[in-house]
């Protein structure tokens, strides 16, 4: 059973903000080290940060000899289930180090010399050099790594969503970076028949890692040690003599495993000789980052329908205008554009207050876009978040409704937003006044009238692929700066 069905929250994956899980097993995605680098926000960089004290810190003490210490750092990613992420088929169980594992992965460390020698920098990189860490394992330790951050994060989607939350539920080991330790605590989490559930943003989960060590292995070291070989004209070095490459150097691989082995220990021996290897397959791997799983791969993963975009469309239409429908036309704006704009825009936050709370944003959305049209928008204006107001008005808006998003902007914030209405009797009139707002610096404001909606599905994969395209927000963006 999914989580939305568990607790009956009436949406499906495509309008949720976390990975819609199943509470009973595991789904086989996994959080990717890499994908919380790419983020944007303030809480993927504090993810990120103790990812990096947490790894420096386990380093620190095995270069010092502490390995006592190192052991119950590692010893601490104990097994748990609340994330329901990897390969489990039948009941979740957890695949991170336990106490057994953990001593397990310090032999690995200590004997492959790994932690010692400066090679490993980054928490993915035990998936190349250490025996026992797999794509699987390697999730669920930085799932427990960024424990806290991830606990914050359910509580807030849990307001937002309607979960109700138990109180009094044990947290299990939260890194304290201050500290340098594993703290536990009794916290408020959702709580389902199988135990507690800590959810997962959806933009930070993968099918795979982005390290792999046969990868890094074959396609990265073994080329470099060929050719290290044929410099030195060792005797790997067969010269071919047949008539199309006669006089051509060349050094068989099969021949280098056979020598070296082929296994995480080989690997990190050779590359201590061979740096330049990781080097390159480093920045391989940072100009070459996954992006997070569409629609279609997560109704797949779930066994569920991709989203009916012109349902949630007709959902937005069967609000009738006026005051009294306000609040339900604001939750079917956010559940269409948070299916349409993903993965773009995400992290949504209704009635977001500002200004020690005179004022609210209807519905503010972390810019995470890496492509496309607010990828642009974020390297060419201050985009952090993109702000969406919703007027459920049966009669004109004007300059005060502009006034009002406007009133939002800042330099930190971003200077982006767009305005939702039903219908607008002048357009012509109102873009007018949105480009007024632009040329006076007060910020840039989209409009999208209900007749709106149909385009902005249709134009979505311009507005979210590489190359901003011909799409209803550019061109409106265009007109606001022509």
């Known amino acids: ?78 097994e748990r289930n609340e994330f329901h992420l990897g390969f489990s088929k039948r009941a979740s169980r957890g695949h991170a180090l336990g106490p057994v594992s953990a001593e397990r992965i310090w032999k690995s460390l200590t004997s492959s010399k790994a932690a010692t020698s400066g090679l490993l920098q980054d928490l993915e990189d035990t998936v190349l050099f250490v025996e026992g860490v797999g794509p699987d394992m390697l999730s669920d330790a930085v799932c427990n790594i960024i424990r806290g951050p991830l606990i914050k994060y359910t509580q807030q989607a849990c307001a937002y969503y309607g979960i109700p939350l138990t109180s009094g539920v044990d947290s299990g080991p939260v890194w304290n970076p201050q500290a340098e330790q594993w703290e536990t605590h009794l916290i408020d989490l959702p709580v389902a028949k199988t135990g507690p559930v800590i959810l997962v943003p959806k933009v930070i989960v993968r099918v795979s890692q982005t390290y792999g060590a046969d990868e890094y292995y074959r396609h990265f070291l073994m080329p470099v040690l060929q050719q290290h070989h044929k ?52 920045e391989t791997k940072k100009n070459a980052t996954t992006q997070p799983l569409d629609h279609i791969a997560l109704s797949k993963l779930e066994n569920t329908a991709p989203p009916d975009f012109g349902l949630l469309i007709d959902g937005v239409k069967a609000v009738k205008p006026g005051k009294e429908g306000a609040y339900d036309y604001e939750v079917a704006i956010e559940k269409l554009l948070s299916a349409v704009l993903y993965p773009s825009l995400a992290s949504p936050i209704k009635q977001d207050k500002i200004h020690d709370g005179r004022k609210r944003i209807d519905i503010t959305y972390l810019n995470e876009a890496k492509h496309g049209f607010f990828d642009w928008l974020a390297r060419h204006h201050p985009a952090s978040h993109v702000f969406f107001e919703c007027k459920n008005y049966g009669k004109e808006v004007g300059n005060p409704e502009l006034d009002q998003l406007s009133g939002r902007f800042s330099p930190s914030r971003g200077r982006v937003g767009v305005l939702v209405v039903r219908s607008l009797q002048d357009r012509a009139l109102f873009l007018q006044r949105c480009k007024d707002t632009a040329k006076d610096d007060r910020g840039f404001i989209l409009v999208l009238e209900d007749s709106d909606l149909p385009r902005l599905v249709a134009d979505r994969g311009n507005i979210l692929a590489d190359g901003i395209g011909e799409n209803v927000l550019y061109q409106q963006f265009k007109l606001l700066v022509s």
């Open 1 to 78: 059973m999914l989580v939305s069905k568990f607790f009956k929250l009436g949406r499906h994956q495509a309008t949720l903000d976390f990975l819609d899980v199943h509470i009973d097993k595991d789904l086989p995605v996994f959080v990717d080290p890499s994908a919380l680098r790419t983020l944007r926000s303030e809480w993927g960089h504090h993810c990120v940060s103790l990812l990096q004290i947490y790894f420096e810190t386990v380093l620190a003490a095995m270069r010092r000899g502490d390995h006592v210490k190192a052991k119950a750092l590692l010893a601490c990613l104990s």
């Open 231 to 282: 410099d030195i004209n060792s005797q790997f070095v067969h010269v071919l003599r047949s008539k199309k490459n006669k006089g051509k150097k060349k050094v068989y691989k099969k021949d280098l495993y056979e020598t070296y082995g082929a296994d995480k220990l080989a690997a990190a021996k050779l590359t201590a000789d061979h740096p330049g290897a990781l080097t390159n397959y480093r």
